[in-house]
């Protein structure tokens, strides 16, 4: 379903086979709240190249499950669900997928299903689609209902300034570690990424036409972490550490 400015879900008809209908916003769209604190989401996989080029990102598969040709999905629409009223999924080699059941991978994130592949029946020809991306043409998909959901596929390469037009770097990926969406900013200069809440408190202006958004970030967004005040032994030049997603593979 989509999430609107203030965070929350709003009720919709499920999507319909082949269209996705309203209720689904794949490519991992992003909805900021006005306060400072993030939206509830799903996880976040990293972007394909192919994202821009007239594809959209939905899912990826992981590691086969079972015997019988179950897979594992990580699923990017916004309903995981949904994705499977997508038929066909297109993958990067030109192939044409067919989802013939999804359900949720039990103990996991939401966004982790288990898929059933049409014409896959043997654990060996699931194994075979491990990190095997699923992607969507560009112009199935419908547009964003609210003037703060934006596509992944937008959001990714964005430059990143602050107010007074100084840079700061390149959005890279848009994670969600279960706490709310997060911009990846790799810096102008080299050096590690650094993650930054999407909200309208920390991005207060995404202007997709001009390739940019404006962020209100702290002066140390790029500074190594330090360690923790009753860890003495820890190293002072502690790199960032992000968090491992749970359910990823």
């Not at 939206?39 to 990102?57: D, M, N, Y």
């Not at 999905?73 to 916004?78: E, R």
């Not at 095997?132 to 937008?154: K, N, Q, T």
Request: charged share 30%; aromatic share 4%.
């Amino acid at each position: 379903m989509p999430r609107g400015r203030d965070g929350g879900r709003r009720p919709s008809p499920p999507p319909s086979a082949g269209e996705g209908g309203p209720a689904v916003r794949p490519g991992r769209e992003r909805g900021r709240v006005p306060e400072d604190r993030p939206s509830p989401g799903s996880l976040r996989s990293p972007p394909s190249p192919a994202e821009g080029g007239g594809l959209v990102l939905l899912g990826e598969f992981g590691r086969a499950h079972g015997l019988k040709g179950e897979v594992r999905l990580k699923s990017s629409t916004s309903d995981p669900l949904a994705i499977a009223s997508y038929d066909p999924l297109l993958t990067a080699d030109g192939r044409r997928l067919t989802l013939a059941r999804v359900r949720p991978a039990a103990g996991a994130a939401p966004d982790i299903l288990i898929a059933v592949v049409r014409g896959v029946s043997t654990r060996e020809a699931a194994e075979a689609l491990n990190r095997v991306s699923l992607f969507v043409e560009r112009e199935r998909l419908p547009p964003p209902e609210d003037e703060d959901e934006f596509l992944l596929a937008d959001l990714v390469g964005l430059a990143v300034e602050r107010a007074d037009g100084t840079p700061l770097g390149r959005i890279v990926g848009v994670p969600n570690y279960g706490g709310g969406d997060l911009l990846e900013i790799a810096p102008v200069t080299r050096g590690s990424t650094a993650l930054l809440p999407f909200t309208k408190a920390f991005v207060p202006v995404v202007d997709i036409k001009a390739g940019r958004v404006v962020a209100d970030a702290p002066d140390d967004l790029f500074a190594p972490a330090k360690p923790e005040p009753d860890d003495p032994d820890a190293p002072t030049d502690a790199p960032r550490r992000k968090p491992r997603p749970e359910g990823s593979r």
